[in-house]
T-cell receptor, first 111, second 113 residues
């Protein structure tokens, strides 16, 4: 299964700034999810947005979904050093049996 | 506590020596899968299982075997490991595919020399 695309591949910002990362996919989806991975550790689920939703919030996270552009964005507001991690999107496009994963965005928060 | 437990966390082995990485979940999830993660290649699915006794190949199944005799366990077997299987491995489980969150194990860092 082909990977979705995420950009940027890497992002370095100052603590306190907002971080935005994007995910694009190829075909229709039912759901899109975002996950965080601290270096070498297991992925942790952040948020799931359904195809009939346009925006979802969870604490400092804001996810948008634009099905017409086949893209989603993850915004982390007021970033902290602990937000340093890689962020992945995953969709159920084209399949009832597999998640399709993006390549990930590596986020570095500078103190 | 809901969790996926993988063992071992780290393993160094020699080419050709059979090994098993165990995976167990305590959430009664039907769907389980194995991934490998390599620098620059992201997450690639090795095998998945929709339920007990039902397993299917993912994107990179060559050199691996799995079994699903019980709902909670989904071991990954490398019958004859080779250096190109050196990687970081993750087991994951979920109620369904994409409809609910997936829970990941902490990972197994395997080195084959």
């Amino acid at each position: 299964s082909q990977q979705g695309e995420e950009d940027p591949q890497a992002l370095s910002i100052q603590e306190g700034e907002n971080a935005t990362m994007n995910c694009s996919y190829k075909t229709s989806i039912n759901n899109l999810q975002w996950y965080r991975q601290n270096s070498g550790r297991g992925l942790v689920h952040l948020i799931l947005i359904r195809s009939n939703e346009r925006e979802k919030h969870s604490g400092r996270l804001r996810v948008t979904l634009d099905t017409s552009k086949k893209s989603s964005s993850l915004l982390i507001t007021a970033s902290r050093a602990a937000d340093t991690a890689s962020y992945f999107c995953a969709t159920d496009e084209d399949s009832n049996y597999q998640l399709i994963w993006g390549a990930g965005t590596k986020l570095i928060i500078k103190p | 506590e809901a969790q996926v437990t993988q063992n071992p966390r780290y393993l160094i082995t020699v080419t050709g020596k059979k090994l098993t990485v165990t995976c167990s979940q305590n959430m009664n999830h039907e769907y389980m899968s194995w991934y490998r993660q390599d620098p620059g290649l992201g997450l690639r699915q090795i095998y998945y299982s929709m339920n007990v006794e039902v397993t299917d190949k993912g994107d990179v199944p060559e050199g691996y075997k799995v079994s699903r005799k019980e709902k909670r366990n989904f071991p990954l077997i490398l019958e004859s490991p080779s250096p190109n299987q050196t990687s970081l491995y993750f087991c994951a489980s979920s109620l369904g595919v994409g409809t609910t969150e997936a829970f990941f194990g902490q990972g197994t860092r395997l080195t084959v020399v």
